[in-house]
C-alpha cells in the first residue's frame, strides 16, 4: 500500500487543520492505520490510532482536541486537529500497519501553529 499525506500549513494557535492520509494499492481498511509526529529536538510520538474494527485511541496530548477517522469509500484516513497549539506544532507521519506486521509509511506535512 502506498499513502500519501496531505493537509498540513501554518495556522494560529486554537486553530483548526485536517490532515488526510490517501491510500492506493490496498483497501486501507484491512490496516491498522494512525499517525505519529515528531517535532526537532523530541521523541516521536504516536498521536492517534485506528484499528481494522474503528476503534480509535489518542495520545494524553491531544485527546479531546483531535479526532481520527477512515473513510473507506475513499480509503483515505483523516486527522481532524482542533483547538491547536504551539507544541502541536510537528511533522506529521502516517503509517498503517498489516496484519502481517508490515509496516508503510507516508512522507510527512508540517504543521505549524504560531502563538
Not at 70 to 90: C, F, G, H, K, W
Given at each position: 500500500?502506498?499513502?500519501?499525506?496531505?493537509?498540513?500549513?501554518?495556522?494560529?494557535?486554537?486553530?483548526?487543520?485536517?490532515?488526510?492520509?490517501?491510500?492506493?494499492?490496498?483497501?486501507?481498511?484491512?490496516?491498522?492505520?494512525?499517525?505519529?509526529?515528531?517535532?526537532?529536538?523530541?521523541?516521536?510520538?504516536?498521536?492517534?490510532?485506528i484499528?481494522?474494527?474503528?476503534?480509535?485511541?489518542?495520545?494524553?496530548?491531544?485527546?479531546?482536541?483531535?479526532?481520527?477517522?477512515?473513510?473507506?469509500?475513499?480509503?483515505?484516513?483523516?486527522?481532524?486537529?482542533?483547538s491547536?497549539?504551539?507544541?502541536?506544532?510537528?511533522?506529521?507521519?502516517?503509517?498503517?500497519?498489516?496484519?502481517?506486521?508490515?509496516?508503510?509509511?507516508?512522507?510527512?506535512?508540517?504543521?505549524?501553529?504560531?502563538?
Amino acid at each position: 500500500v502506498q499513502l500519501q499525506a496531505s493537509g498540513g500549513g501554518l495556522v494560529q494557535a486554537g486553530g483548526s487543520l485536517t490532515l488526510s492520509c490517501a491510500a492506493s494499492g490496498r483497501a486501507l481498511s484491512n490496516y491498522a492505520t494512525g499517525w505519529f509526529r515528531q517535532a526537532p529536538g523530541k521523541q516521536r510520538e504516536l498521536v492517534a490510532t485506528i484499528t481494522v474494527y474503528g476503534v480509535t485511541n489518542y495520545s494524553d496530548s491531544v485527546k479531546g482536541r483531535f479526532t481520527i477517522s477512515r473513510d473507506n469509500a475513499r480509503n483515505t484516513v483523516y486527522l481532524q486537529m482542533n483547538s491547536l497549539r504551539p507544541e502541536d506544532t510537528a511533522v506529521y507521519y502516517c503509517y498503517a500497519d498489516s496484519v502481517l506486521g508490515m509496516s508503510y509509511w507516508g512522507q510527512g506535512t508540517q504543521v505549524t501553529v504560531s502563538s
